[in-house]
């Protein structure tokens, strides 16, 4: 009897209750980053933020994932998955509550860089989990297909939850909602996950990672700077001189390094680097436009929060669409064409915003923004496929991060730029105002950054076809 209970008790974990376990960490970090766009506007006014100042509430979050989330990985990797994301899992929670309780603009912003060092602790220990629970590579494969559709689900749930929590109960509470959610993980994670790790690690780039989140901070630090200070005002050319220092140093560090952040031979793949560059400007266009769209109907056509989280569900429905058309499209045609009709729709979407009387008729506004969804989809899944399907096996960790680094660097900028624009052609730079000039002018430049993916997507495609029609 006491052999069998001993056996009993040595019986691992149901592999798919802690996929469960972890894909509601990575749903707490997706909708951590898109329901706050529904609350921006009474955050806003709540913690009486300048114009722009709200921006650093996601820009801040995004930047401090993007340089730390490769360090994560193999910090992870190293003192153990489940260890490493037990601590993020724990940060996560505690800079919610710091954000729900925040007294003002300062403490919110520290709060959300706290919650980007945890994104960037617990989302690939999470990720390492998965890999490593499923040891069939056909359950493995199902699992992370589970995973990356949690990303989806989660970024859509974000901006429908976003919109009734900040109407009913405050913006206080889109941060709050995480702190139960990340108990109940606590609870369980000792139950559910085994501890792995790889001991072959001996080295970590941390000077890389502190590096490249220096200098992607002083980047939006500049360009959000921009309407106040000017172009060549003192403080815009000494961060534009700092920020070029830090990235030379960067580079100089990771050429030096024995085992650099990121090892520069992956960039040898014109796939791979058109892929990321596509990424980076569909993650601009995406989280530039609903950053400037959220204002533009709440503050200007006198939405709700809930009636703008509602109003998003066409184009985050639509953009899943996109995705499993972009993906079968890509197979039959290559990547050169779908990419090139993803960005087209981006743009064409924001078109149809500019020339539609969408202020009066809101079915119009609908139309616009399902076609902008089916070209996010598209764009997202032919840039996914391009980044990660024609690398080396041993690489696929390495590239996953880069792709993830590309996607956040790029809506923290299209963040930074598109609050940059809005206020320099919304009149008076010190206002707080913001105009329909201003607006209209930010979606201007999103159709002029749709018309570089198109480009880009002509160049480094050309002549590429889609692994799985090469395999056929």
């Known amino acids: 009897m006491t052999l069998k209970i001993k056996q009993i008790n040595k019986k691992a974990p149901n592999p798919w209750w802690a996929l469960a376990l972890l894909c509601t960490s990575f749903f707490m970090v997706v909708t951590d980053s898109t329901s706050v766009y529904s609350a921006l506007p009474s955050i806003q006014e709540s913690l009486h933020f300048s114009w722009g100042g709200p921006a650093w509430v996601i820009i801040i979050y995004m930047l401090t994932f993007a340089g730390l989330v490769l360090l994560g990985g193999r910090i992870a990797d190293y003192f153990g998955r489940r260890r490493m994301f037990t601590l993020g899992v724990v940060l996560f929670t505690l800079s919610a509550t710091l954000c729900g309780f925040s007294w003002n603009g300062e403490v919110l912003i520290f709060a959300r860089l706290i919650q980007g060092v945890s994104a960037a602790i617990m989302t690939p220990a999470a990720l390492s989990l998965v890999i490593n629970t499923f040891k069939k590579e056909r359950e493995r494969n199902k699992a992370i297909g589970i995973w990356g559709a949690m990303g989806g689900i989660g970024a859509t749930g974000g901006l429908l939850i976003g919109g009734p929590t900040t109407e009913f109960l405050g913006w206080e509470w889109i941060f709050f909602v995480n702190v139960p959610m990340g108990i109940i ?201 391009a980044a990660l399907s024609y690398i080396n096996e041993a690489d ?14 790029g809506g923290a900028l299209g963040i930074a730029v598109m609050a940059t624009v809005s206020q320099l052609y919304s009149g008076n730079p010190d206002s707080d105002v913001l105009t329909h000039t201003g607006v209209y002018t930010s979606f201007y430049v999103i159709v002029g950054l749709s018309v570089i993916g198109m480009v880009i997507s002509y160049f480094y495609f050309k002549g590429i076809s889609s692994p799985l029609l090469s395999e056929s």
């Open 185 to 385: 993980v606590l609870v369980f994670t000792p139950f559910l996950l085994k501890e792995s790790n790889d001991r072959t690690i001996s080295k970590f780039d941390i000077p890389g990672a502190i590096l490249v989140t220096c200098f992607l901070l002083m980047i939006a630090y500049l360009i959000t700077g921009i309407p106040e200070q000017g172009w060549a005002s003192s403080q815009s050319l000494s961060l534009l001189f700092g920020s070029l220092l830090v990235l030379f140093l960067f580079i100089r560090v990771e050429k030096n390094s024995k085992s650099p952040l990121v090892p520069f031979r992956i960039f040898q793949s014109s796939p791979l680097v058109g892929g990321n560059l596509l990424i980076l400007l569909a993650g601009m266009s995406v989280d530039g436009m609903l950053y400037t769209f959220t204002l533009f109907i709440q503050q200007l056509l006198g939405y709700t929060a809930l009636q703008f989280g509602l109003t998003m569900t066409a184009m985050t429905v639509l953009s899943v669409v996109g995705v499993y058309a972009g993906q079968h499209l890509v197979t039959q045609t290559g990547l050169r064409k779908v990419g090139m009709s993803g960005m087209a729709l981006l743009g064409a979407g924001m078109v149809l915003i500019l020339i539609l009387p969408v202020a009066q008729h809101t079915w119009m506004m609908l139309i616009a923004l399902s076609v902008f969804g089916i070209g996010m989809g598209a764009s997202f899944v032919t840039a996914q496929i």
């Open 396 to 409: 696929s960790g390495l590239a996953s991060g880069i792709v993830e680094t590309s996607f956040s660097v």
